[in-house]
Each structure stands twice: as C-alpha cells, then as structure tokens.
C-alpha cells in the first residue's frame, strides 16, 4: 500500500519577498507542486492544498488517513539571517525522525548557515494533524540573496523535500526521466552542378542569386542617378 503524503503550503500572499516580486505563498505552492510530482513518481499518494484554511487542511489530512503532514513554508526574521529550519511536535513524535530525514537533504541545499530541527507544539500544523507532522521552513525570503535563490531553484527544493520523505518511509527515491531532445540529421549529398543541389534546398541558392542581382540593378541605377544630378548641377552654375 502507498503511503500517503500530505502537502500543505503556505497561504501567506502578505509575507513579500526581497527579491522577485512574489511573496511566500507563489513560491511555497510553486514548491509543493514540484514535490507532489516527485513524490508520486517515486510511488506515494499525494495530496496538495493550496487554498483552504489551517483547520481545514489538518481535517482533511485527518480525514484522508495522511501517514505523513508536510507543511512548507520560507522564513523571515531580521533580514540576515538564513538557514533551513524544520520543526515537529515532540523529540518523541514520528515527526521529529520525519523532520530530520527531510533536514539531512534539504539543510545542505539550502544556502543559509543558521538551521536546526526544533520542537515547537505551539504552530496549529504540528499540534492538531492526526499524522506525524514536519513543518518546513526552506529558507528567510526576507533575505534578496536567499529570495532570489529560492524563486530559481523551488523545483530543486521539491526534489530534495521528497528525498527526504523517501528517506523517512524507507522507499528508494526515483530520479526524474530527463526530457527527450529530438535531433535531425539531414543527409544532402554530392552534386555535379550547383543547380542540382540547390533543387535538394529549394531553390534557396537561386533566391539568394536573384535578390543579390536585383540589388546590383539598384545599385547600377543610383550610380546613373548620381551621375546625372552631378551634371545637372555643372549646368546650373
């Protein structure tokens, strides 16, 4: 059986970022979404709420049966500070063991210095969800550096919060397929006369003879043009 995943992003559209004109909840969701692709790539079920409340998310989390409650979220502090913080309900709790698998992945991706694993019962997404909960905090947006770092790399971010929950079940982590680049090779030949090749380009070379001709004519005329008022000025004095 799957185990179930619950993603649950941040909604704070007021939480502005330093850098990018965004804020965290664009970013967060931008995050989730990437970690809800990997996830069900490598075998969960996944559930990403982007709109409803706090309460209505741990309900539905609860209801779903999640084995495991994901919030994610960015950071802001005093504008120097950086650094992955993940938080959970009890040092005793199934989500501190979940918290530090998914910080053992992200924490070095991540470029901030100042990061720990924290207890903290007093967030609404650590203390009411049914399932053990790992909140995260990838990194301060109030930071340009790490802001701007965050916005470019939040599927790398989703990758790594979904190593870190591969970690945390047991399950192998399954890379994602690069894209197909399809190539053409075009084969010409040889030819005995230029005339011939060009046929194979369609009649490229000949177009390009015409328009190289038609502007020697403009050219020969503004030359005779030239010529002509030059005269005409001789006359006139």
């Not at 969701?29 to 709109?51: P, Q, S």
Request: proline letters at 4%.
């Amino acid at each position: 059986m799957a185990n179930k995943v619950y993603l649950s992003p941040s909604d704070q559209t007021a939480n502005k970022y330093a850098y990018g004109n965004t804020n965290e909840a664009v970013a967060c969701r931008k995050i989730a979404d990437a970690c809800e692709v990997a996830l069900k790539r490598c075998g969960f079920e996944v559930k990403n709420n982007k709109t409803d409340s706090m309460q209505a998310r741990c309900n539905e989390s609860d209801k779903w049966g999640a084995d495991l409650h994901v919030p994610i979220h960015t950071n802001a502090f005093n504008k120097q500070v950086t650094g992955t913080r993940i938080f959970c309900y009890s040092k005793a709790s199934k989500g501190y063991k979940a918290a530090h698998a998914i910080f053992d992945v992200l924490a070095p991706l991540t470029p901030g210095t100042s990061e720990n694993v924290t207890v903290n019962a007093s967030l609404y997404e650590t203390r009411y969800p049914n399932a053990p909960t790992a909140y995260i905090e990838v990194d301060f947006h109030d930071v340009e550096e790490t802001a701007k770092w965050i916005i470019e790399n939040v599927e790398a971010i989703g990758e790594a919060i979904c190593k870190g929950i591969c970690n945390y079940f047991g399950r192998a982590y399954v890379e994602p397929v690069p894209p197909v680049v399809e190539k053409y090779h075009v084969e010409l030949g040889e030819y005995d006369t230029i005339k011939e090749a060009d046929a194979m380009l369609g009649g490229v070379y000949a177009r390009i003879s015409a328009v190289e001709a038609a502007m020697s004519e403009v050219q020969n005329a503004l030359d005779e043009l030239e010529t002509v008022l030059r005269k005409a000025q001789i006359v006139e004095r």
